[in-house]
């Protein structure tokens, strides 16, 4: 069959290759004949593994620090500034829909991460995505199309759902179903009524759903909630439903279009969160002018940058900033001792044990090792404790190291980098499961498949020929 240069991609935010392959696979019967279908196999997830900037390294074939985006929140300066958010306005690369747009291609984007505010809208269709603030901003390309989405989606097409960090979880798991189902049913009327070349669509339920339950589902998560907790098959209702919707929504892309099924990241049971700033207190990296009554977020910390070497930020992995003479305002650290710091830091961030004297198998990076090049205001370390099965929490007070709440709200998942491909149409000569895919590889592969001009500097390679 010969294939038309016509794209359609469903992202889904979070999709762990093991449930998707292995462990729930009997009980998705869609996504597995896509599977027999054509090719699947894990995607690896960028350097960091995280929603924001890996949409954006996916569509762009940049990576993070060719992007100078770290995080969900960078740094704007060398300064000790609090971080700031990174919207699309900090993309300064093209994306997928932005080729198609300079060939006279037509798009419809729906939910795709960092996308708002929408600056530089497609030719066709743009529905922005989890960062918008509320429906308040113009948040949909054309303007007029917003009650459209809304109408279709039941009368309120949600962005997102509210505080996925909550125990209200009954509140939650109705609010992920509702959310899911109704970015399907717009997903199906922007396929039937728009003209498109590019469909990109991201649903993030799936996230949602893995930070907000997976200790009801997961045996062995250390805080698994018994067998017969009311939510023990939240997880697998959750993506037969989306199978389902799957399912029905391909239906409506003819067979000669390259479709695409992606996760960004994948995700894992949340053993517990390692205080990084605490620690680097205890070994006096961190000089506090006082310390806090209460566990205190980094940048509400009364530190004294004069005789501070290092402090970080928490979340999903920790980044370790250092305090460079020449470089930061108050400055310890000469510079010709940097790289002999951060080798400490490296050693001694490996070297930290588990509460019980575990080996935690700790991975920590130096950007310059990770990426082509480091533009903005790279961290000096990615830290990512026991390979994100510990998320890193950036509060001090709390006195210890080892903590089982998460300072943000509760949150029993964290990331990995197993995330999910699965191509209707065969790779060629590669039919079936497939090793070694790689998430940057991923939208300049398209864009060759489109027949439009790959960026000879991007990191990803359009390695995937179909
Ligand atoms: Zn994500």
Redesign the pocket.
Known sequence: MSFSPRIAVIGL??AEASLVFDELRGELPHLTRLMEQGSYGPLRSCHPP??VP??ACMTSGYDAGQLGIYGFRNRRGWDYEPLSVSFSSQVAKPRLWDHFSAAGRSSVCLGV?QTFPILNPPRGVMVASFLTPDKSMPWVHPPELATEVDRVAEGDYLIDVRNFRTNDKARLLADIHTMTRRRFQVAKHLLATQSWDLFFMVEMGV?RLHHGFWHYCDPSHPRFAGEHNPYRWAIRDYYRELDALVGDLVQQIPQDVLLLLV???GAQPMQGGIAVNEWLVQKGYLVLKEYPAEPTPPHRLRVDWSKTVAWSEGGYYARIFLNVKGREPQGVIEPAEYERWRDRLIEETQALLGPHGEDLGTLVCRPQDLFHTCTGYPPDLFCYWGRMRWRSVGTVGAGHIYVEDNDLGPDEAN?DWSGIFISRTPLANQPGKVDGLELLDVGVSLLQHAGLPVPADCAGQPRLMW
Do not use: L, M, V
Request: with cysteine; proline share 8%; charged share 25%.
């Open positions: 935010d979070c995280i929603t890996a949409w991460p996230d996760s960004d990241h990331h």
